[in-house]
């Protein structure tokens, strides 16, 4: 999301209620992913091109069906709720320990771990529909329907099982940058995978 902010801003978007251009702004979960040559999976294309406006525009749809001018019963405007369900969701976050596991790994030149967290978005979106009145919850159904948001299912198995290695490789990276340049481990789509893999154990 912090890159949805990143290009609504950079590319000067304006914010546009809910209308059939926006409604049919392609969001196809397997097209926000991209592999590399060396195996690893990014959804970086999600952010730019495929989720970006239809976003922005689910959460226009519910303040039109509401009413409300995006503010709840609680005052709390619905964006301003649902980053928070992104920070509370951060208790819940699964933490891996990722590190470099070459033979070639010493304590003291590539031996440092990283800690990555994987926070899916789709128990974001329900854990702010359940902070919802009865109606709210009627509208949030209607502009998930109406924006196929059930798409976020796809996006969030392909989160759990396919991204965990590109997001370590980039953890791994910021922490033994000495290792990363003398093995030439900083290109993601070219690295020699016998220096340059990176292993996971899950730690909580």
């Known amino acids: 999301l912090a890159s949805v902010q990143t290009f ?3 590319n000067e978007i304006v914010a546009q209620p809910y209308d059939a251009a926006h409604l049919t702004a392609p969001f196809e979960a397997e097209s926000c992913r991209i592999t590399t040559a060396t195996g690893l999976t990014y959804l970086d294309n999600c952010d730019t091109h495929q989720f970006a406006y239809p976003l922005v525009s689910f959460f226009f749809r519910l303040k039109e069906l509401t009413g409300k001018s995006v503010v709840q019963s609680t005052g709390r405007p ?3 709720e649902f980053f928070g369900k992104i920070r509370d969701g951060a208790n819940r976050t699964a933490i891996y320990e990722c590190g ?4 070639v790994v010493t304590p003291t030149l590539g031996g ?3 800690y990555v967290g994987l926070r899916p978005l789709l ?5 702010f529909r359940d902070v919802l009145s009865a109606t709210e919850k009627s509208a949030f159904d209607r502009a998930w329907r109406e924006h196929d948001f ?3 299912i796809d996006l969030d198995r392909i989160y759990r099982n396919e991204t965990l290695s ?5 953890a791994a990276k910021a922490k033994n940058t000495l290792y990363r340049d003398l093995k030439g481990c ?3 789509y070219k690295f020699d995978a016998s220096v340059c893999s990176v292993a996971c154990e899950k730690k909580l």
């Open 112 to 114: 440092a771990k990283a």
């Open 150 to 152: 059930g798409k976020m």
């Open 78 to 80: 619905y964006v301003t």
């Open 166 to 170: 590109g997001v370590a490789q980039i």
């Open 186 to 188: 900083e290109n993601p």
């Open 100 to 103: 470099y596991d070459a033979p």
């Open 8 to 10: 609504v801003t950079e």
């Open 123 to 127: 128990g974001v979106f329900m854990a």
